[in-house]
């Protein structure tokens, strides 16, 4: 549960992405270089307090979506594009700048919050577990998300967008905003997941995250999210997200050979998106639609 | 429809500008080293595969779609083919349509999901690209294959009437390729599709066949690049040229290749391979690090965009 947090929060802020008919796979670019300069200050000046460490990568993170946002409304070129191409120049400049050095050493209390559990329970063997901060976090984060999806008119505007942009566009919405806002929120989610990230590994690497785009996209297409956009639920994301962590874990306990944790995770993906797309198929022939 | 024509010229353009200053530019930089014989000699034996790979990105972009599977296509008919010379023993020739045939059994499916399920391409490319190179990793367990026989590095390293055998192959796949796009009805039909498929679909065309031959011939075109790959490098593994992915879609859309579908021709990715081998030796040659080049070819790739749609935005 508690190393599926960084997991389970970028998926969020992806199904919202998703939801509004675009994908982001520059996340990884955004979180790494949120939590690296997040790094950078704590160790350089040593700042005593959490929440100063926890405020820094979130605007860096907003920033970085909103560029995204620009970027994707003023070209109209499709979002993968330029999420991939953002995801080199964020990632690239970063390593340029950092020369992947690993950041460690950091200050007591940001050592201390990490192992800050909510609940504490001890196993009969006496070793304590519990629930975690951050899957506390990443469940706030899930209803947050529901919320603003379900009862705030920006969601409804979003769902509206991705499922039919060009109706929304007549309708007189807003489009830039909802993308700002949708592209923000991933960029948001995706500085407090660096955070979260840094937390749980107690260094940075700089190159922990990138690569791990698919596994997000992946959780979030099984979470139900139609790559259509238009569709899609936090309760399915959270679903999604511990139903992977359930096969590797699985896959971990059989003993199977990492490289099938790639067969099984590539043949998933593809199954999820066949049926989603199967069932679009059948709901556009009951409505008649070419 | 005159418009339309000239913001084209005015595209390939702004890619002659774009072209001539990177050239002028590290061509200072370099203090003319760029286009000495060496690099250029260097450049031959690069650029066909990045051309090569470029070419099978191209088509399913030409309709609107994306192949994201392509270099775990390569690398997967690399690594069966390896696996066919080195343990099986098989002769060359059939080691090579071995892996070739395996690029095209995963091609079947992918073309299927898209083309009839109508599983949107990113997503379908996405999974099965996990999936291929998830096959390729069980099969090499991680490790490197080397050790082809002689007569298969020719085609990696040899050279036919002094020309560079890779940049022969780069240049048959061309061909090949300008043909089918613009001297057959398969290539009519492609571009057709891009611009608009119920139209096309409502024209009596097969939309879904073409899609699926599409994505059959992207992939052959990647399992190529893949043999070219293992020859050259006389090894095969399940990640090799993974940074290709971007550079492709960025070679395309450079070269004039819209990314919605529909418009863009052979000769300008040719073109935009060019630079951007050209850009990469370069930077090399300046000893600059390989992830600021990816940073630029992001930016370069949006520049271009940007471009193109400040010239395009008064129709739009």
């Known amino acids: ?286 409505r008649g639609r070419v | 429809m005159k418009l339309a024509r000239g913001r084209r010229e005015m595209q390939s353009l702004v890619l002659v500008a774009v072209v001539t200053f990177l050239i002028v530019l590290l061509g200072i930089l370099t203090r003319g080293r760029l286009l000495g014989f060496d690099s250029l000699q260097s450049i031959a034996f690069q650029l066909p595969l990045l051309g090569i790979l470029t070419l099978a990105q191209m088509t399913p972009m030409l309709t609107g779609g994306i192949d994201l599977s392509i270099i775990a296509t390569a690398n997967l008919c690399g690594v069966i083919a390896a696996i066919g010379m080195t343990r099986i023993g098989l002769s060359v020739p059939l080691a090579m349509i071995l892996g070739l045939a395996f690029a095209l059994l995963f091609a079947v499916l992918k073309g299927f999901l898209i083309a009839w399920v109508s599983v949107p391409a990113i997503i379908a490319t996405l999974g099965l690209m996990i999936f291929t190179e998830g096959v390729s990793l069980v099969l090499t367990r991680g490790y490197v294959i080397a050790g082809f026989p002689n007569s298969f590095l020719f085609l990696g390293n040899g050279a036919l009437f002094g020309i560079p055998m890779p940049f022969v192959v780069f240049f048959a796949c061309a061909l090949f390729l300008y043909l089918l796009l613009a001297r057959t009805r398969f290539g009519t039909y492609v571009y057709l599709l891009g611009s608009n498929p119920t139209a096309t679909l409502f024209a009596g065309v097969n939309n879904a066949l073409v899609l699926f031959k599409t994505y059959l011939l992207s992939s052959f075109l990647s399992g190529i690049a893949g043999l070219v790959m293992i020859s050259r490098f006389n090894a095969a593994q399940a990640d090799y040229g993974e940074s290709y992915l971007l550079l492709t879609v960025l070679a395309c859309v450079l070269g004039g290749v819209d990314p919605a579908g529909g418009f863009g021709r052979l000769p300008g990715v040719v073109v935009s391979i060019v630079v951007l081998q050209i850009v990469a030796t370069g930077f090399n040659l300046l000893g600059l690090s390989s992830h600021l080049a990816s940073a630029l070819w992001g930016l370069i790739l949006l520049g271009v965009i940007a471009i193109n749609r400040m010239i395009g935005g008064a129709e739009a």
């Not at chain 1, 990568?57 to 409304?73: E, M, R, T, Y």
């Not at chain 1, 509206?160 to 592209?183: C, P, T």
Request: proline share 3%.
């Open chain 1, 1 to 286: 549960m508690r190393n599926n947090s960084f997991l389970g929060i970028v998926a969020l802020g992806e199904l919202v992405v998703l939801i509004s008919g675009g994908i982001d796979v520059s996340f990884t670019a955004i979180a790494t270089v949120a939590q690296y300069i997040m790094g950078v200050i704590i160790t350089k000046y040593m700042v005593e307090s959490v929440l100063l460490a926890f405020l820094i990568p979130i605007p860096i993170g907003i920033a970085l979506g909103a560029f995204n946002a620009f970027l994707v409304n003023r070209t109209r070129v499709h979002p993968v594009i330029i999420t991939i191409s953002n995801l080199n120049v964020f990632y690239g400049f970063l390593m340029v700048v950092s020369k992947g050095k690993w950041i460690y050493g950091f200050p007591g209390p940001f050592r201390d919050f990490a192992r800050l559990k909510v609940l504490t329970l001890v196993s009969e063997k006496g070793v304590d577990y519990g629930l975690s901060i951050f899957t506390v976090v990443w469940f706030l984060i899930a209803f947050g998300t529901w919320v603003i999806l379900r009862y705030l008119p920006i969601g409804r505007k979003i769902y509206a967008l991705g499922g039919n942009s060009e109706a929304a566009r007549r309708a007189g919405f807003n489009i830039f905003r909802i993308q700002l806002f949708v592209y923000c929120y991933m960029g948001f989610l995706a500085g407090l997941a660096g955070f979260v990230h840094a937390e749980l590994n107690q260094m940075i690497q700089p190159n922990a995250i990138v690569g791990r785009e698919l596994d997000v996209i992946a959780a979030a297409i099984l979470g139900g999210a139609s790559i259509f956009g238009g569709a899609g639920s936090p309760l399915g994301v959270v679903l999604g997200v511990l139903f992977i962590a359930f096969i590797k874990n699985g896959l971990i306990l059989m003993k199977a050979s990492a490289y099938w944790h790639q067969v099984i995770m590539g043949l998933i993906i593809v199954l999820a998106a066949t049926l989603s797309a199967y069932q679009q198929n059948l709901e556009r022939k009951r």
